[in-house]
């Protein structure tokens, strides 16, 4: 047996040992274990029978009102086609009794098939219109699937790209988003077409239950008794169900972030250079197990509800069939009446069947998609008021399109669900046209600054002003118009060159009618050195940037930065916010990046946050944060002569330089 062969039995054989291990022990991820969704595990445990009954309408309501929105015409179509069908089946049904009378008279058998003939062709023409309007009916109803879907996905993506940054900090909000994503979402199209179901099995029930009361008014609850251990067994294995994702929702994001770690291209290297493979399958794995231990647990517990509600229903099914016999037998009920019965009771049985899987599965459906509709109404009541105030703009005040003064005060910050503030009390000042540079050690709030002063987050307490008017009393958006940043951490836009220089720019068109590209994007790109990227791209500025389609193009660390450079030159706004703008450029980049921040960057006021302190030495003035507080300020050379944090910054890295230099070396 080969080596290898032999190392895969025993890793199998010592996971296969584990697995069992931790099926028996439990699951091992205690920190899964204390989630708050417990209390909601118990209330839900309680859920029965009536609960969903009294439920469901509120479910089919909601269903009716996104189908509505959705298109009303198909909605109308869809309700009203089912009920006319509906009509047809008790049509259907009644006739044959006709047929059934008239062959089962005591006459000679020519003339009996000559009497049910008319009954037979209105049977006929009753089954094929009923499959007709039931055809329409499907089709509406398919229509609809996609546009309620639209919608839903539309309400979702409208929400998380409005609701304030600091809800996307919020590990809690983040649970309930992937909840509302990955299951929430599509269960609003799914509801629309339980509900549908639903409706069409009561119109199936509602015609086979008339038909038997016009029989024989006995019959009818004995139908119904059918009914009852198959819904019980049915809402019974939902809510199992239901409860089980919901115990394991945290389960699926770990999973979903290991499988992401494992998977994407971006940390291949990373993943094999520092031999994580291992760490990270045991990571999956012990995920995985709990989630297996879980779910065959949920198997077992379904099947043996699905059993006992067979049972039951057999046992129903037989009385019903006993007590017909009898009926026959005391000759209550004539011969072809006791075959119309069957048949109704048999069509009944049918739409219950479909009724009950469709109330079971409507209901199911309606818990996700009650997760989704709470979500979206809870990232809704998270999107700050004052972006839904723009159409009121003529009577508040507005934020200036330009400014000459920008004025933070006392500003105090705590991340969500941090347990200190990252800001404490901070106060400085922007004149139009001046370059400010923040500089601070690692942690030290000058990231968090540069946000709240680009109005991605509010402040606790303090303001910053832009002129006098609070940035935290106009809408977001006219604060985000008037800012570019250029960011630490910047996305890597799977998009063409083009699109990530000049996205989000709201400059339109990009390229004229003969292709030439707008001469504000090949001055930015000028700028930054991104035309120098561009030009080896071999598409140019059409290149997609993404290798994971064809044609796509990767960029180095460095050319990205480059790009990302660029898209702030581009934009046209008053205040420029650089952060970290060169941590990735080659030294020729660098200088001509900070040179052109030094000029203003054609008249712009600039915010620099760099650790490269040779490039802050020309700030009209410099802010030194420690632990989210500003301890020192003024220009270098007033900073230097104070002997503080910066002067021990700056000469550490000249000296670093002297050290290093060529005429240190040639010394
Ligand atoms: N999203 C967040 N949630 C919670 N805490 C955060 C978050 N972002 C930053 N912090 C914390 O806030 C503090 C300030 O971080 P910030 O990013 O502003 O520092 P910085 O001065 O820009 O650091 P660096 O020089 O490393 O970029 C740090 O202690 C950090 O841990």
């Given at each position: 047996?080969?080596?290898?062969?032999?190392?895969?039995?025993?890793?199998?054989?010592?996971?296969?040992?584990?697995?069992?291990?931790?099926?028996?022990?439990?699951?091992?991820?205690?920190?899964?274990?204390?989630?708050?969704?417990?209390?909601?595990?118990?209330?839900?445990?309680?859920?029965?029978?009536?609960?969903?009954?009294?439920r469901?309408?509120?479910?089919?309501?909601?269903?009716?009102?996104?189908?509505?929105?959705?298109?009303?015409?198909?909605?109308?179509?869809t309700?009203?086609?089912?009920?006319?069908?509906?009509?047809?089946?008790?049509?259907?049904?009644?006739?044959?009794t006709?047929?059934?009378?008239?062959?089962?008279?005591?006459?000679p058998?020519?003339?009996?098939?000559?009497?049910?003939?008319?009954?037979?062709?209105?049977?006929?023409?009753?089954?094929?219109?009923?499959a007709?309007?039931?055809?329409?009916?499907?089709?509406?109803?398919?229509?609809?699937?996609?546009?309620?879907?639209?919608?839903?996905?539309?309400?979702?993506?409208?929400?998380?790209?409005?609701?304030?940054?600091?809800?996307?900090?919020?590990?809690?909000?983040?649970?309930?988003?992937?909840?509302?994503?990955?299951?929430?979402?599509?269960?609003?199209?799914?509801?629309?077409?339980?509900?549908?179901?639903?409706?069409?099995?009561?119109?199936?029930?509602?015609?086979?239950?008339?038909?038997?009361?016009?029989?024989?008014?006995?019959?009818?609850?004995?139908?119904?008794?059918?009914?009852?251990?198959?819904?019980?067994?049915?809402?019974?294995?939902?809510?199992?169900?239901?409860?089980?994702?919901?115990?394991?929702?945290?389960?699926?994001?770990?999973?979903?972030?290991?499988?992401?770690?494992?998977?994407?291209?971006?940390?291949?290297?990373?993943?094999?250079?520092?031999?994580?493979?291992?760490f990270?399958?045991?990571?999956?794995?012990?995920?995985?197990?709990?989630?297996?231990?879980?779910?065959?647990?949920?198997?077992?517990?379904?099947?043996?509800?699905?059993?006992?509600?067979?049972?039951?229903?057999?046992?129903?099914?037989?009385?019903?069939?006993?007590?017909?016999?009898?009926?026959?037998?005391?000759?209550?009920?004539?011969l072809?009446?006791?075959?119309?019965?069957?048949?109704?009771?048999?069509?009944?049985?049918?739409?219950?069947?479909?009724?009950?899987?469709?109330?079971?599965?409507?209901?199911?459906?309606?818990?996700?998609?009650?997760?989704?509709?709470?979500f979206?109404?809870?990232?809704?009541?998270?999107?700050p008021?004052r972006?839904?105030?723009?159409?009121?703009?003529?009577?508040?005040?507005?934020?200036?399109?330009?400014f000459?003064?920008?004025?933070?005060?006392?500003?105090?910050?705590?991340?969500?669900?941090?347990?200190?503030?990252?800001?404490?009390?901070?106060?400085?000042?922007?004149?139009?046209?001046?370059?400010?540079?923040?500089?601070?050690?690692?942690?030290?709030?000058?990231?968090?600054?540069?946000?709240?002063?680009?109005?991605?987050y509010?402040?606790?307490?303090?303001?910053?002003?832009w002129?006098?008017?609070?940035?935290?009393?106009?809408?977001?958006?006219?604060?985000?118009?008037?800012?570019?940043?250029?960011?630490?951490?910047?996305?890597?836009?799977?998009?063409?060159?083009?699109?990530?220089?000049?996205?989000g720019?709201?400059?339109?068109?990009?390229?004229?009618?003969?292709?030439?590209?707008?001469?504000?994007?090949?001055?930015?790109?000028?700028?930054?050195?991104?035309?120098?990227?561009?030009?080896?791209?071999?598409?140019?500025?059409?290149?997609?940037l993404?290798?994971?389609?064809?044609d796509?193009?990767?960029?180095?660390?460095?050319?990205?930065?480059?790009?990302?450079?660029?898209?702030?030159?581009?934009?046209?706004?008053?205040?420029?916010?650089?952060?970290?703008?060169?941590?990735?450029?080659?030294?020729?980049?660098?200088?001509?990046?900070?040179?052109?921040?030094?000029?203003?960057?054609?008249?712009?006021?600039?915010?620099?946050?760099?650790?490269?302190?040779?490039?802050?030495?020309?700030?009209?003035?410099?802010?030194?944060?420690?632990?989210?507080?500003?301890?020192?300020?003024?220009?270098?050379?007033?900073?230097?002569?104070?002997?503080?944090?910066?002067?021990?910054?700056?000469?550490?890295?000249?000296?670093a330089?002297?050290?290093?230099?060529?005429?240190?070396?040639?010394?």
């Open positions: 047996m080969g080596r290898r062969r032999r190392l895969t039995q025993r890793f199998t054989h010592h996971r296969t040992r584990r697995n069992r291990r931790e099926a028996t022990a439990g699951p091992r991820l205690p920190e899964l274990t204390a989630h708050t969704w417990h209390a909601k595990d118990r209330e839900l445990a309680e859920t029965g029978l009536s609960t969903v009954a009294r469901l309408p509120a479910v089919i309501a909601q269903a009716a009102r996104l189908a509505w929105r959705a298109s009303p015409a198909d909605t109308i179509a309700i009203s086609l089912n009920l006319v069908a509906g009509i047809f089946t008790a049509f259907w049904l009644l006739a044959t006709g047929v059934l009378t008239a062959l089962f008279s005591g006459r058998t020519p003339d009996r098939v000559r009497e049910a003939l008319p009954s037979l062709l209105l049977v006929a023409a009753a089954v094929a219109l009923r007709g309007l039931q055809a329409c009916a499907g089709w509406s109803q398919s229509r609809l699937n996609p546009q309620v879907r639209r919608l839903a996905e539309l309400r979702l993506y409208e929400a998380t790209t409005a609701v304030h940054l600091a809800a996307l900090d919020d590990s809690d909000f983040l649970d309930e988003l992937q909840r509302a994503q990955t299951r929430g979402m599509t269960s609003a199209p799914r509801v629309v077409q339980e509900a549908v179901d639903v409706l069409t099995g009561i119109v199936g029930l509602a015609a086979a239950a008339g038909t038997l009361g016009v029989l024989h008014p006995l019959l009818l609850p004995l139908l119904l008794l059918t009914a009852v251990p198959e819904g019980w067994a049915s809402v019974r294995s939902a809510r199992m169900q239901y409860l089980t994702m919901l115990s394991l929702v945290e389960v699926y994001r770990r999973k979903w972030i290991l499988s992401d770690l494992m998977i994407q291209r971006e940390h291949a290297a990373e993943v094999r250079s520092f031999t994580m493979r291992p990270l399958l045991d990571e999956y794995d012990r995920s995985a197990a709990h989630q297996r231990a879980v779910e065959l647990d949920l198997a077992r517990r379904q099947t043996m509800a699905k059993v006992t509600g067979d049972m039951l229903k057999g046992v129903a099914t037989a009385a019903v069939y006993i007590a017909l016999g009898l009926m026959l037998w005391k000759g209550s009920v004539p072809a009446v006791a075959g119309t019965a069957v048949l109704a009771i048999r069509s009944g049985q049918s739409s219950l069947v479909n009724l009950v899987f469709a109330v079971n599965q409507c209901y199911e459906e309606g818990l996700y998609f009650g997760d989704y509709l709470r979206c109404t809870a990232a809704e009541d998270r999107i008021r972006a839904l105030d723009v159409a009121a703009a003529e009577e508040r005040e507005r934020l200036p399109d330009d000459a003064a920008i004025r933070v005060r006392d500003v105090v910050f705590t991340y969500p669900g941090a347990e200190s503030p990252s800001l404490r009390g901070v106060s400085l000042d922007l004149r139009k046209g001046e370059v400010v540079a923040l500089v601070g050690e690692n942690g030290s709030g000058k990231t968090t600054l540069a946000k709240i002063m680009a109005g991605l509010d402040p606790d307490s303090g303001d910053v002003r002129d006098g008017v609070p940035l935290a009393e106009v809408p977001p958006q006219e604060v985000w118009e008037r800012v570019a940043v250029i960011a630490q951490q910047y996305t890597h836009w799977p998009m063409t060159a083009r699109q990530n220089i000049t996205m720019a709201g400059r339109g068109q990009v390229q004229d009618e003969d292709g030439d590209e707008d001469p504000a994007m090949l001055a930015a790109a000028r700028a930054s050195g991104a035309d120098e990227v561009v030009a080896g791209l071999s598409h140019g500025y059409g290149t997609l993404d290798r994971r389609f064809r796509g193009a990767e960029l180095s660390g460095g050319q990205w930065q480059r790009l990302a450079v660029a898209r702030g030159f581009f934009r046209d706004a008053p205040l420029l916010i650089c952060d970290e703008p060169s941590a990735a450029l080659d030294a020729r980049a660098e200088h001509q990046l900070f040179e052109r921040i030094r000029t203003h960057a054609d008249g712009r006021t600039v915010l620099l946050i760099t650790h490269r302190l040779a490039s802050v030495r020309y700030a009209d003035r410099i802010y030194v944060l420690e632990h989210g507080e500003v301890t020192e300020e003024g220009d270098h050379a007033s900073l230097m002569g104070r002997g503080g944090l910066y002067a021990d910054l700056y000469s550490l890295q000249a000296a330089y002297g050290a290093g230099g060529p005429q240190a070396q040639a010394g």
